[in-house]
């Protein structure tokens, strides 16, 4: 069975960083895409960031030049480098593999 592990989350200032991870067990990580998503109440979750199995990234628009995605295929696990980060970036953050995600990790941006 497919299982997603984030941590990292946690409580930071404003222009601040965090680095989430993801780590996914019970499948061939190296072969598929992965997406960092984000929540905050009442609101769907949105898409942030999505790496392809070959390495390839993108961002969503509000966060580019702040956050960069990575993955590790050695170690199953991929990453959300967060830099900079602004208030409007808080939100329970989580990652989707297949059609599976991860519990979520919070992060608060405040000061």
């Known amino acids: 069975q497919v299982q997603l592990v984030e941590s990292g989350g946690g409580l930071v200032q404003p222009g601040g960083s965090l680095r989430l991870s993801c780590v996914v067990s019970g499948s061939n990580f190296a072969l598929y895409s992965l997406g960092w998503y984000r929540q905050t109440p009442g609101n769907e979750r949105e898409l942030v960031a999505a790496?392809?199995?070959?390495?390839?990234?993108n961002v969503q628009e509000a966060v580019v030049g702040r956050f960069t995605i990575s993955r590790d295929n050695a170690k199953s696990t991929s990453y959300l480098e967060m830099n900079t980060l602004k208030p409007e970036d808080t939100a329970v953050y989580y990652c989707?593999?297949?059609?599976?995600w991860g519990q979520g990790t919070q992060v608060t941006v405040s000061s």
């Open positions: 989707r593999f297949l059609n599976y």
């Open positions: 790496i392809t199995s070959s390495g390839k990234s």
